[in-house]
């Protein structure tokens, strides 16, 4: 590699300290190590934050991305690009990055101009099709790989196809520390003269800590002067979710087994300098992790470097570092097993002494400044590989190339229309109307915006909290007697009707499967998923081709977590027959059509089909609903080429005369809707630009050339006139057009960051 011009500029993109996670550790670490090894080399950072107000970062951060925000990690490409960096250096793992599997890092990598050096923190055994996606795109547009173990090599091969001439094999990079008595620490921390076992890392439940308090009962028959000290915060995502309840019940465990005076929890993160004297002090660490899919474990490369003998479960990572008697290795979740090992070690001095020189022999091949060496020959090599000798010129897209810039997301105004009962139904310009009281319909459509956003990641507290209210109240809207929803319900809480409409009933299961499919969080999915098995079955009992259509939205997304429940699987067979039956009865080749009319919410009847005939296969039946669905798209279609809707003023008949006022957001929504799911079945991109033409009618392109949303707070005007706009901003149409929006940013995530059309979720 003589010929290989000097690497001058490094940019080192992951999490960053302060950030608590062992990524940020990783990368600041890294970082540190090459610039101390090649001084001539200028090395800054590009950190992802995942909370609104980032971190107080040290000045190599030079740049800063938002975890879900795609059109942050195209100005960081934009920025590196500018910066003339030679190299990048990217630490991936699942989780650290947003878009659906993490593919917004994708959309960076596709737009840099320099090689990359991508480190693989996880190796999936076995992905989804989603991850197994990402990582080969991943794969494929990093120039070389690096893996820290012998293992994630041969998994990269075997189950990615990654080409073994692009992978580095470069151990996790540990301090440079001496081989040292453990009595030299312990005074530090009050434990001199007692037997030291260590557990650090951030806290979570599949760190399987209370296999080793079921272990101590046994261990301090024989060793009554052992402390298990357990060394780290909780981690962020677990404190965000549940608190300290892990802690909490680990503590509760440690005095149920009477050995409180023989533990410590130290609930902090801490520096470097102080984390390298906590395992000095140590004479055993132990690794119980309950996951046997983890190919790198910094916490235990620091410790087996540090010379430390190691009892652990058999993890990826510790099976193959502690193989020939470099350590101990213990079934999963056997506390019994860790107590026997244990036990035996402290008996054995020879033995364990001996675990500890051979882990300290091979230890020093993953010093920091050994490790920077290899990274070095990788970067170097990755100029090579990729031809490159100066950065690439820089080129500028017009817009054809561009993403399209969607509108910011505003929910002031869903906020203000919004009370802790639930979503008011309609508003006079921007103010609630109360004596309109509320709807479930709309409830529903809220519930649904909602855990799409939360997929975007955006203001998950926020979002939780409408997720709960609408869920809340479509509960309270269900009759558990005659199985049906109320709809209308007054601004004093009373239910207005005995029952609501069939179409209502569709869209309040059309939610609730949305929220078994979609939602993260267990509460939602057990109540969505109780409430739906109840109402579901009285589709079968409805007339109205939109309340089947709706239903069977619902049950696609209810199958989605749910694909063996026989029940709903015959309903949705029972409902797409119908929708068939109904088109075969009414369609022409001058009318493609379900009915002889066109009335509202009409793209659902084609979404609903192309939705069912993908999932079940059924080749015929998603036929029928493209076909439908592109002879609706060309009908409102304008001679000056943008969307205009079937007006609400009449409809459209069929032989009669089309209304082309009142125009609702309702139909533009629906278009949008179901032209993004016929583009991510077919792949075809006309479908994409014709629900971007559908959502362009929001923000202007229509036929008055107005804006209907509101760039202030995120309203929408409740429908288009022939000569002027509805300006009174309902919860119907404001819905309509955040649920496009958000739709039209999944969509954009999609497109940006795979290039290409990629089915989510199968």
Known sequence: MKDTPHVRK??????????????????????????????????????????????????????????????????????????????????????????????????????????????????????????????????????????????????????????????????????????????????????????????????????????????????????????????????????????????????????????????????QFVEIETLKEFIGAADLYITPYLNEEQITSGTLAYTFGAGKAVVSTPYWHAAELLAEDRGVLVPFGDAQAIAVEVTGLLRDDTRRHTIRKNAYRIGRDMTWNNVAQLYMRSFKLSRLDSGVHSPKSLVT????????????????????????????????????????????????????????????????????????????????????????????????????????SEDCQGRALWALGTGVGRSPYRDFQMMAGQLFALAAPALTEFTSPRAWAFGLIGIHEYLRRLSGDSLVNQIREMLVSRLMELFERNAAPDWCWFEQELSYDNARLAHALILSGHATGQTVVFERGLQALRWLTMLQISEKGHFRPIGSNSFYHRGG???????????AQAIVSGCLEAYRTTKDFWWYEQAQRAFDWFIGWNDLGRELYSPENGGCSDGLHVDRINENQGAESTLAFLLSLAEMRLAQNIVTSFKEPVVIGE
């Open 10 to 267: 490094i940019a080192f993109v992951g999490n960053h300290l302060p950030r608590k996670c062992g990524i940020a550790t990783f990368t600041s670490d890294l970082l540190a190590s090459v610039a101390n090894a090649y001084p001539q080399s200028r090395c800054f950072s590009v950190a992802v934050n995942d909370i609104k107000s980032g971190y107080n970062y040290p000045e190599v951060v030079h740049f800063e991305i938002e975890e879900q925000d795609l059109s942050s990690y195209l100005r960081a490409a934009d920025f590196l690009n500018i910066s003339n960096v030679d190299i990048v250096c990217l630490q991936h793992e699942f989780g650290i990055f947003g878009g659906p599997s993490g593919g917004h890092i994708l959309a960076f990598l596709h737009e840099l101009r320099m090689p990359v050096v991508t480190t693989l923190h996880t190796i999936l055994h076995e992905p989804r099709n989603d991850q197994r996606h990402v990582m080969q795109k991943l794969i494929s547009l990093s120039t070389r790989l690096v893996t820290m173990t012998e293992r994630g090599l041969q998994m990269l091969q075997d189950i990615y196809d990654a080409p073994s001439a692009k992978i580095d094999l470069i151990p996790h990079g540990i301090p440079d520390v001496g081989f040292v008595d453990p009595a030299y620490f312990k005074d530090q921390f009050g434990v001199e003269g007692r037997v030291v076992l260590l557990t650090f890392g951030l806290l979570s439940p599949n760190k399987g800590i209370e296999n080793v308090l079921n272990a101590l009962p046994g261990i301090l028959t024989e060793f009554p002067d052992v402390v298990y000290i357990v060394l780290g915060a909780t981690h962020p995502n677990e404190l965000r979710e549940h608190g300290e309840a892990y802690r909490l019940s680990l503590e509760i465990l440690a005095k149920k087994n009477k050995v409180e005076k023989n533990v410590i929890f130290y609930n």
């Open 397 to 500: 897209k017009t817009l054809d190339r561009k993403p399209r810039e969607l509108p910011k997301l505003k929910l002031n105004h869903l906020t203000r229309m919004t009370d802790t009962t639930g979503v008011f139904q309609h508003a006079i310009f921007s103010v609630p109307n109360f004596s309109e009281g509320y709807c479930t319909d709309d409830n529903a459509r809220a519930y649904i915006l909602a855990i799409l956003l939360g997929e975007l990641g955006e203001e998950p507290e926020h979002m939780r909290t409408l997720a709960a209210t609408c869920a809340g109240f479509l509960h309270h809207a269900f009759v558990k007697n005659t199985k049906r929803f109320h709809n209308f319900m007054s601004f004093d809480r009373r239910w207005l009707d005995d029952k609501g």
């Open 657 to 667: 005369a089309r209304a082309n006022f009142d125009q609702q957001p309702i139909e």
